[in-house]
């Protein structure tokens, strides 16, 4: 299947908000649910991630900086597109499943997936 075939597919139908504005929550988690449908959960493709990323960001309008807290907030994998509900529980989900960790290097050549960046092996203090 094409790239453009995949994020079509992934993106149909997402229904964004309402007519006065857009549920951003709604948004993220339909987005997300599309591309993990479309994979099945395994490795969605980084370009394609990034492709639903932006046209998110276009359909929300918001600034970048609330567009990167919301994503962070969200908890998304960037592995499997799992929205796993918070900063914390992706962070337990990656250091129970090392595999689902995308390089940092590979993540910081597209800007939307670049915002969804967490640090995992930082350090506790209680």
Known sequence: MALED???DALAGLGLGSEDGYDEEESVR???EGLFAVHQGRN???PL???ALQELFEKLGVSKTKFKKMLKSKGVCLRNAVVYG???ELRLALLSEPE???KCKQ???YPFVK???IEVYAAVFY
């Open 6 to 8: 995949e994020l079509a």
């Open 30 to 32: 339909a987005t997300f």
């Open 44 to 46: 969605v493709p980084l």
């Open 49 to 51: 991630l990034e492709a």
């Open 86 to 88: 918070s900063f914390f």
């Open 100 to 102: 689902l960790i995308v």
């Open 107 to 109: 993540a910081k050549k």
């Open 115 to 117: 915002m969804c960046l």
